[in-house]
């Protein structure tokens, strides 16, 4: 529903899928673009994000939602989390928050326990601690510099 231009969804409006999957938002020439809202019901990878669109794909601030109930909050480049953000890993409600990109943890970044026993601030790549960094286990502090 909304408005059409040659036949296409263009700026307000919803499309709903089949499948049950539908998205809530602006629309620019049929492709998402601006704010929006988009549910994937995948039976194994339900989720939502809220956030900036632009020309179909996850581009700018936005907000993911995943079946396990982790959230990440921040910027995406190309549909992929990309640039500093946020996410909150559930059921134990551990975090990162720091620099992401090509969708892994990459850069400068903090990850930490709820209970901050188990934290690591200091350097990424692709997912793994390399570079200078601080590892805290049970109270037991590591400086030092990591390779994978």
Not at 80 to 106: A, C, E, M, T
Request: with cysteine.
């Amino acid at each position: 529903s909304g408005k059409w231009s040659l036949g296409m969804p263009h700026f307000k409006g919803k499309l709903k899928w089949p499948s049950g999957d539908h998205y809530d938002g602006e629309f620019l020439h049929g492709h998402f673009h601006g704010s929006g809202t988009r549910l994937w019901l995948e039976h194994q990878h339900q989720r939502s994000y809220t956030g900036s669109w632009q020309n179909g794909i996850m581009e700018g601030f936005g907000e993911m939602s995943y079946r396990d109930h982790s959230v990440y909050t921040g910027w995406w480049h190309l549909g992929l989390r990309q640039g500093h953000g946020r996410i909150v890993y559930h059921p134990s409600n551990s975090f990162y928050i720091g620099d992401w990109y090509n969708n892994k943890r990459h850069g400068y970044g903090v990850m930490a326990s709820k209970d901050m026993k188990h934290a690591y601030l200091g350097m990424w790549k692709e997912d793994e601690y390399q570079g200078p960094g601080i590892l805290l286990n049970k109270g037991k502090l590591c400086e030092g510099y990591f390779e994978q």
